[in-house]
């Protein structure tokens, strides 16, 4: 997708110039400028504040260019357009930016998953046996983390935040 572009083109259907938009996005026109004339890469962060100064939601920015976001599965569309997924979906970005593969990602969200069923099923998991005594939960420590994660594991709404929206 041509980003700068589509600030540009969305900017002129509202008739805002580049200073007036800038301003509504609580950005510098520089800043703004620089990515119309693709200078600079804008963070999620930045079309997210771009966006809202525009009126329209994240996913209607990247929808319009192409219809492949309407073939997605409905369970990722409903992911992808929930606000509240956003920080989910910008710590998966976070990690893409770092380096990690999706297979990484997903193992790591698998182990987490699995951790968590573990933990619902037979109390809490600790690692770090290894660990120095005076780096080691005491048992009163332990005991109330293990009092308030099965408290909200034991409760049947609860889901895995990257699951709550995902039809089962």
Not at 2 to 26: C, F, M, W, Y
Not at 116 to 128: A, D, M, R
Request: proline share 4%.
């Amino acid at each position: 997708m041509d980003v700068p572009a589509r600030i540009i083109e969305l900017r002129k259907q509202k008739g805002h110039s580049t200073n007036k938009l800038a301003k509504l996005a609580g950005i510098g026109q520089s800043t703004l400028r620089e990515i119309e004339i693709g200078q600079k890469q804008p963070t999620i962060y930045t079309i997210e504040k771009i966006c809202s100064a525009l009126g329209i939601e994240l996913y209607e920015f990247f929808a319009a260019e192409s219809q492949d976001l309407l073939q997605l599965p409905p369970e990722i569309w409903k992911l992808v357009v929930d606000k509240n997924n956003y920080d989910l979906l910008k710590q998966i970005q976070a990690m893409k930016n770092k380096g990690y593969s999706n297979e990484v990602i997903i193992e790591w969200l698998t182990s987490l998953e699995n951790t968590l069923e573990n933990i619902k099923t037979s109390g809490v998991f600790w690692g770090g046996e290894d660990l120095e005594e005076s780096q080691k939960y005491t048992k009163q420590e332990k005991q109330e983390i293990i009092e308030g994660l099965n408290k909200k594991l034991n409760d049947p709404n609860f889901k895995p935040p990257w699951k709550k929206n995902n039809v089962e």
